[in-house]
């Protein structure tokens, strides 16, 4: 078994009578983009909020590892080194941009004997963060809700990629953003992919997930459809495959 090896294995999810995943299954390739792609509905935000741990699956598992993975929120998948970027960003409107990036893991210092927010210490690792990754806000110190859309994006990527993660999520990384912007996500995947970081992109622009993914998982209707690696497919055996909800390599086939 190699080291970051993350698995998601028989996957159910039933939200009332509406069945959301019906028994999916995904091996990640360590250091590699996956391009989750299909139609609205398909699943695939819940399957990935399932393996970022924002909620539980009715059956199924995940194995990190080998071995079961047991958190049950966002801050354990976190801990196992699971970052999730989602499609709404979940920044916090009213805070800063460096109280948005240490969410959940705030900097403290003793002040006569009490531990309370290192402000300073927050602001100054935001600011180095964002040089480091080449990524623009005007201020740290700025509270999220007067940024453009852009600019929350990059503090979603901030937050999620700036502490050690082995696997990164993002959900629709590259929707309501501008080609200068695009070309940034685009260089921030490339740069995780380089560090060994794995990645999963949810997108519904075919076009970056062939510029930047390694392989893609085509579902629909919370089933999967069939794999890919991006080298061995096209454009149009995709978009067929989202439509039809069929694998054409399997059509006529008896399933092996
Ligand atoms: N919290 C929820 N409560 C009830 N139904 C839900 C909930 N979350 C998702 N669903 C349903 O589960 C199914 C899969 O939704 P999901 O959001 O995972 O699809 P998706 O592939 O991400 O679609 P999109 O491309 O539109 O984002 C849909 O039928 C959706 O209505
Ligand atoms: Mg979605």
């Given amino acids: 078994m190699s080291v970051n090896h993350i698995e ?5 999810k039933s ?9 999916v299954s995904l091996e990640l390739q360590a250091g590699k983009v996956l391009g989750l792609v299909g139609d609205n509905a398909a699943g695939k ?13 009715s059956r199924g598992e995940i194995l990190i590892d080998g071995k079961p993975a047991t958190y049950s929120s ?6 196992s080194g699971i970052e999730m970027i989602y499609q709404d960003f979940a920044l916090v409107p009213e805070l800063t941009v460096a109280q948005n990036i240490f969410l959940g893991r705030e900097i403290t210092r003793s002040f006569g004997g009490i531990r309370v927010l290192d402000r300073k210490k927050m602001n100054e690792r935001a600011r180095k963060l964002f040089s ?4 623009r806000v005007p201020s740290v110190t700025l509270s999220v809700q007067a940024l453009s859309g852009g600019q929350q994006q990059a503090v979603a990527i901030a937050r999620a990629t700036g502490f050690d993660a082995r696997l990164v999520i993002m959900d629709e990384p590259t929707a309501n953003l501008g080609a200068p912007a695009i070309e940034k996500v685009r260089d921030t995947i490339t740069g995780l992919k380089e560090a060994g970081v794995s990645v999963i992109i949810i997108s519904h622009r075919l076009e970056d997930i062939f510029a930047i993914g390694d392989y893609m998982m085509v579902m629909k209707q919370g089933r999967v459809v069939g794999r890919r690696d991006v080298h061995d497919t096209d454009n149009a055996e995709i978009v ?5 909800g069929q694998d054409p390599r399997r059509a006529g086939k008896a399933v092996a």
């Fill in 15 to 23: 939200f009332g009578a509406v069945t959301a995943l019906h028994d």
């Fill in 74 to 79: 966002p801050i354990g998948a976190r801990e």
């Fill in 45 to 57: 935000s819940t399957l990935m909020k399932i393996l970022a741990g924002a909620i539980p699956p």
């Fill in 132 to 135: 480091s990754l080449g990524l």
């Fill in 8 to 12: 998601m294995r028989n996957i159910y």
């Fill in 240 to 244: 067929e495959m989202i439509v039809t």
